[in-house]
């Protein structure tokens, strides 16, 4: 008899970001849904990763991060959010955004603890949950602004509930929370022993003169949250896999027991290259002006398709909703794109659990204006074709 598997997650398949890459691969179409940059990096941060590798910098850095790094992320948090984090106690750098998430439901997840999140979700969250053996609370957002009803996360609460997951700037819709939000979470929270989750990966990609309200800045939520950043959107080198995790310190010692055991230490030439481009804060607080730029080119681009852009406050996504041009679901339209029209994208109700559908699909804009362009005139060319 050969030895089964008996699947940690059985209903798990291959994800939708793999689905249509492959069918944009298959069809020749630009590929506006994985939400990875196709311009360069900043060369300071190539020649810093060359640099240390020349200068022999190639062994195991501390099991927490280089020390240095350390250093500038916490000066850069007390410059950006006035939160006070230790180096040597708060933050750990880990390989990547997600690997920081996993880690922390790792941390705190016992079977049968309940973890409130809320939908359209970054695809990781539930599977993150489930393979700890962790119950999924899902809550829907408000359509179209994709706003949190905080009533109805105080009925979900229960004896169970171990953490409340937020994102913001959100994946896939580009909402922000505002300070109205923390301050609910804050009520929801007090005097329980609820943990939460803070997926911050898109921090500095923030628009309109918005303001990120991360959770370091409320003392109140601080003190019980796992807090999660990227290197990688943050600097568009998305394929270094490298983020990072702040946390209270005795939370901090439980994460680390797990990172340990798993990544133990992170490549270290990037490490150092990052260490010496922070030193310089315009590198992250220009990246919105940047993005925006691309989000509105890729907009005015747009119009002529007649698909309606929803508001988007942060990260590499818009949204677009195609009502009144199609009946076809999400992910019939979405493949139909890529295979008539040439352009993939990421079907929103792909983000949910279970489809939800309200005809919207998910455009990355950070991408060369050369592939704005090709894109929009693919696009163009389509609806012209198909709504004439």
Known sequence: MKPEIQSKLPNVGTTIFTVMSSLANAHGAINLGQGFPDFDMHPALVDGVAKAMRDGLNQYVHMCGLPSLRERISEKVNGSYGSNVHPDTDITITPGGTYAIYTALTAILQPGDEVILFEPAYDSYIPNIEINGGIPVPIALKYPDYSIDWDLVKQKITSRTKAIMINSPHNPSGAVLDESDMKQL???????????????????????????????????????????????????????KMGYCIAPETMTKEFRKVHQYNCFTCFGPVQYALSDFLKEPLHYLELGKMLQKKRDYLMDKMKPTGLKPLPTYGSYFQLYSYEGLSELDELSFAQQLTTEGGVATIPVSAFYHKPIENQVLRFCFAKKESTLDAAAERLVRYFEKNQG
């Open 186 to 240: 804050e009520s929801i929270v007090e005097g329980t022993g609820i943990f939460i989750i803070s997926d911050e990966v898109y921090e500095h990609l923030i628009f309109d003169d918005k303001v990120h309200h991360s959770v370091l800045r409320y003392p109140a939520l601080r003190e019980r949250a796992f807090v999660c950043f990227s290197f990688g959107k943050v600097y568009h080198c998305t394929g270094w």
